[in-house]
């Protein structure tokens, strides 16, 4: 018992404890009740009042336990790009014998509803977040709220861990397809047809399809390239008008070629680096923080 109650008080000093509406409530009832059964000497009053004060009562240690036996980590995320939603892996461990209720987790700018979490279980899930530049970041301020079971406070546990990860320029520019038109002749020549895309104003005229052209759709006609060369090359001041275009551009080919399977390089004013050598994370890592 003296064990059980040290717990509880643990539990209850990690737990920040607010007022809802249902607060207010509660007291202005307990109050009627109290002078309508002072006034008159109902029998049916007092015994009013002692089931509302009893319910008020217990549902406060009720939401603390409900909240306090939960455990929170961060866990495996996505690749995060600047200006796109990603999202932050977390996990919650419940230990208590008993299911938890009506949970939700907050985030920096999102939130999710847990309305169910089992007795010795862990619940594994996605915060949506949307960084809005690249760079290394710390995501932190997270915490657990939760009314049940009545509402008449809101209940919170602070979740003191924190995540750092690193935040990938924003994949934007021309296409590695728009780049190989444009630098056919060294990497490679055209071998069989490929079948039909949208016209974007990279592709020779010569491409056009003339048969959907009739139809009212600008396609153009697309090839398997033979390539010549072992690996591409791409050049970070080629790429762009400034440093950020560059290294969107950079990005969006980096994640094109990854698709592709194909090997590339990249030069950098002091160095050039190779898929097949740094890999693609340490790559994305290096424009991450250029």
Known sequence: MLKSLRTFIQIHRSIKQHATVFSLVVVILLFGLFMEAYMHDFNLVYITLFFVFSFAFSAGPLGVLNLGHLKSSFSASSRLFANIE?????????????????????????????????????????????????????????????????????????????????????????????????????????????????????????????????????????????????????????????????????????????KKHLPFAIKLPKTTLFSHKEGIDEILTTLALY
Not at 110 to 132: D, F, G, N, W
Request: charged share 25%; glycine share 6%.
């Open 86 to 258: 990603g999202y932050i892996g977390m996990k919650i461990h419940n230990t208590s014998s008993t299911p938890s209720w009506a949970v939700t987790l907050y985030g920096k700018d999102a939130s999710l509803k847990l309305p169910h979490i089992k007795e010795h279980s862990t619940k594994s899930v996605r915060l949506p977040y949307t960084p809005t530049h690249r760079g290394s970041f710390v995501y932190e301020g997270c915490y657990l709220e939760s009314k049940y079971p009545l509402s008449t406070a809101r209940l919170t546990l602070p979740i003191k861990e924190s995540y750092e990860g690193i935040v990938y320029p924003e994949p934007k520019g021309k296409s590695l397809e728009s780049f190989l038109n444009k630098e056919e002749t060294y990497y490679g020549e055209e071998k069989e047809f490929d079948g039909l895309q949208a016209y974007d104003g990279s592709q020779k005229l010569s491409h056009i399809h003339w048969a959907s052209v009739a139809k009212g759709e600008l396609s153009v006609k697309t090839f398997v390239k033979e390539t010549h060369t072992p690996n591409l090359t791409f050049e970070f001041m080629k790429a762009g008008a400034n440093d950020e275009a560059r290294l969107s551009q950079l990005c969006l080919w980096v994640l094109e070629c990854e």
